[in-house]
């Protein structure tokens, strides 16, 4: 899987835990990227290169660990704003 297709497979996943469509703009809005950039995520074109890195990171942990550090990194940013 390359990276376009993991923000396909993620965006639907999304959808389909809120049940229901959610725009690129929304999509973009929510990971604090433009739409324009977030469309080029989804072509393949531009890909934020710190993402693989991410993934990596991640995948060397258990899900329970992913969950906990997603959660802690998501209640910071939520604070700053």
């Given amino acids: 899987m390359n990276?376009?297709?993991?923000y396909h497979a993620a965006h639907h996943l999304v959808e389909a835990k809120q049940k229901r469509r959610i725009s690129h703009d929304e999509m973009?809005?929510?990971l604090g990227a433009?739409?324009?950039a977030y469309a080029e995520?989804?072509?393949?074109?531009r890909e934020p290169l710190a993402?693989?890195?991410a993934i990596r990171i991640l995948a060397q942990l258990d899900?329970?660990?992913?969950v906990k550090i997603v959660r802690e990194f998501v209640?910071?940013?939520e604070k700053i704003g």
């Fill in 3 to 6: 990276l376009n297709e993991f």
């Fill in 28 to 30: 973009a809005e929510s």
């Fill in 34 to 36: 433009s739409t324009r």
């Fill in 41 to 45: 995520w989804l072509k393949g074109g």
């Fill in 51 to 53: 993402a693989y890195g």
């Fill in 63 to 66: 899900d329970a660990d992913i």
């Fill in 75 to 77: 209640a910071t940013k």
